[in-house]
């Protein structure tokens, strides 16, 4: 079996699309664009061509996929990648890129994003208040280190 995966960094081109499969099966459609930016001669920042990926999430990941907004940088780690080769409207040979996303995070490289804690479909119903909810356990997890 060959296995080939690719990590790349780029903005979502627009909002997520979620749709679902005729089995029910929930896929969130991702358009990706990633561009290079190189510094001139003159030491001027000159943007590259840019190279647009559209990208499948399943399953979990694809509700979760479904919270992010057009222009959020995002990372990619990807799988079963193809490219679909097409003829501009000038006549110019281009290609796209498509893929299986395993996972879909935030970029923190130019801006913050804040956690949440994990919830599980045990846990009970909360509401992040912005308190530690255990301030207290600070001092024990120092001594036990």
């Known amino acids: 079996m060959s296995l080939f995966l690719l990590q790349f960094e780029g903005n ?7 749709v679902f499969t005729r ?4 896929v969130c459609r991702l358009r990706v664009v990633h561009n290079r930016r190189r510094k001139n001669a003159d030491g001027q920042w ?6 647009f990926v559209g990208v499948s999430a399943w399953g979990p990941l694809a509700e979760r ?15 079963d990648i193809d490219p679909y080769p097409f003829l501009r409207q000038d006549g110019d040979p281009g290609a796209v890129l498509q ?3 395993n996972n879909v ?6 801006t913050g994003a804040k956690a949440l804690p994990k919830q599980t479909p045990d846990a009970p119903d909360w509401t992040f208040d912005g308190q530690d909810p255990a301030p207290e356990l600070e001092p024990e997890m120092a001594n036990a280190a």
């Open 65 to 79: 996929c479904a919270e992010l907004e057009k222009g959020n940088t995002v990372v990619v780690d990807a799988r």
């Open 23 to 26: 089995s029910g099966q929930q």
């Open 46 to 51: 000159e943007d590259g061509v840019p190279m």
């Open 99 to 101: 893929c299986n996303a």
């Open 105 to 110: 995070s935030l970029s923190m490289r130019f």
């Open 12 to 18: 979502l081109a627009a909002d997520p699309e979620l």
